[in-house]
């Protein structure tokens, strides 16, 4: 399942950070297992718009990648709208930390995030993390 | 806090793990720890991100990672592929993430000791506008190399 780069090509991704470095690294581990609907926000603010508006297009998101530690709106607010909104609930959720917010990241694994990734990480992490959500999906 | 303050010296390995491991894992590059300086920053006309991680009436600490112009347009050159040549708003985010994974590895080793160091987001200055430094008392200044350029740790107590 994980080799196959037609799996992903549907995939829609929403990147939520606000560090180019970061988001960059998580799109390069996209694109390289063949995902193209990619799109990025900068925080979770602006990451919440943008779902509302793709549910509003019934062109909803698979799977959203959060930093915690963000301006205006951190990750786990974003988190918990998402799961809070009916139709945003079956988004999956892979959070993004850095080592010194581990604790912080495990109650978000409580409120419903899928997965976890804590920084300093590789492309080729992002990779793993999706096949393996994948598979849990069914997909 | 106060056996922080005598024992600076011990938090020289925990900050060689830290931007060792931060620079193997993001940019596939082993960088060296090649001394420590007796004295506080040099000055080298570059840019620095800070994080003020205690501030009790008493005492305050402060982390600091110090890039000359060179170093750090070097860095984000091997990690984005395209030339840097000012300071943009991608230097001043590449700084600025660098210090908050370094500073929280750095936590999550101290907390994980007993301490109970907070995390907040790192302010990125250039040197010449970074707040008054002198005043700390206890201070450890490491120098490191990327490439054979040079950048700096430096951790205040005062």
Redesign the interface.
């Known amino acids: 399942m994980g080799g196959n780069k037609s799996n992903y090509t549907n995939l829609r991704c929403l990147i939520v950070d ?5 988001r ?2 998580i799109r390069t581990g996209l694109s390289t297992l063949g995902v193209q609907q990619i799109v990025e926000a900068t925080d979770g603010e602006a990451a919440l718009q943008i779902l509302h508006e793709s549910k509003a297009n019934n062109n909803k998101f698979d799977l959203v990648f959060s930093d915690w ?1 963000m ?1 205006k709106m951190n990750g786990i607010d974003l988190l918990v709208a998402c799961k809070s909104d009916q139709q945003l609930n079956n988004i999956h959720f892979i959070m993004v930390t ?5 604790q912080a990241i495990l109650d978000a694994v409580k409120n419903g995030a899928d997965d976890y990734i804590v ?4 492309a080729n992490l992002i990779q793993g993390k999706v096949e393996k959500l994948m598979e849990k999906m069914g997909r | 806090m106060s056996g922080i303050v005598p024992q600076i010296e011990k938090f020289r390995p925990i900050v060689r793990e830290a931007v060792q ?2 620079f193997q ?2 940019f596939g590059t082993s960088v060296s720890e090649v001394t420590l300086l007796e004295k506080n920053l040099p000055k080298m006309n570059g840019i620095l991100g800070t994080i003020s991680f205690l501030e009790t009436a008493d005492v305050s600490l402060t982390f600091i990672l110090a890039f000359k112009k060179e170093t750090i347009f070097n860095v984000l050159s091997a ?2 592929g395209r030339d840097f040549e000012d300071f943009n ?2 230097v001043f ?2 700084v ?3 210090t ?2 370094i ?6 080793t101290l ?1 994980d000791a007993g301490y109970e ?1 907070k ?1 907040s ?1 790192p302010n990125v200055v250039f040197e010449k506008d970074l707040p008054q430094q002198q005043g700390h008392k206890d201070f450890l200044v490491l120098k490191y190399e990327f490439k054979g350029e040079p950048f700096f740790i430096y951790l205040g107590i005062g």
């Open positions: 606000d560090f180019e470095m970061i960059s690294l530690n301006p850095s080592e010194g917010e581990r920084k300093p990480f590789t | 491991n931060t894992i993001m990690f984005y708003d991608s985010q590449g600025g993430e660098l908050n994974i500073y929280g590895h750095i936590r999550t907390n160091l995390m987001r």
